[in-house]
């Protein structure tokens, strides 16, 4: 059974750091990219980050490059994502997800088939 387990959300004033972990049990982990998605109060759920599963490449959503880092350690089984100078409008639920293998894309919720549970994140002005 596979299962992926979202932590790190919280309350950050704007301009700090928050750091999200998800911690991925019951399946190979190093065989597949992992992405991030966001869903803010009455918007649609939205691409954050992802990353291959050979760390050699990432995608960023153009609201948080330069910002947002994502990485991801195959041999502890975990994908992170280091959130800086956060504004209010990165508040969310942010999802962590596992890439389909039978979906060539990275930025859209149909090429991913695990889902976390969510950890909300909260940002003050």
């Known amino acids: 059974q596979v299962q992926l387990v979202e932590s790190g959300g919280g309350l950050v004033q704007a301009g700090g750091s928050l750091r999200l972990s998800c911690a991925a049990s019951?399946?190979?982990?190093?065989?597949?990219?992992m992405g991030w998605f966001r869903q803010a109060p009455g918007k649609e759920r939205e691409f954050v980050a992802a990353?291959?599963?050979?760390?050699?490449?990432?995608w960023y959503a153009d609201s948080v490059k330069g910002r947002f880092t994502i990485s991801r350690d195959n041999a502890k089984g975990t994908a992170s994502l280091q959130m800086n100078s956060l504004k209010p409008e990165d508040t969310a639920i942010y999802y962590c997800?596992?890439?389909?293998?039978?979906?060539?894309?990275?930025?859209?919720?149909?090429?991913?088939?695990?889902w976390g549970q969510g950890t909300q994140v909260t940002v003050s002005s």
């Open positions: 019951g399946s190979t982990f190093s065989s597949y990219g």
């Open positions: 997800a596992r890439r389909s293998a039978s979906r060539g894309g990275w930025t859209t919720e149909f090429e991913y088939d695990i």
């Open positions: 990353i291959s599963q050979s760390r050699l490449n990432a």
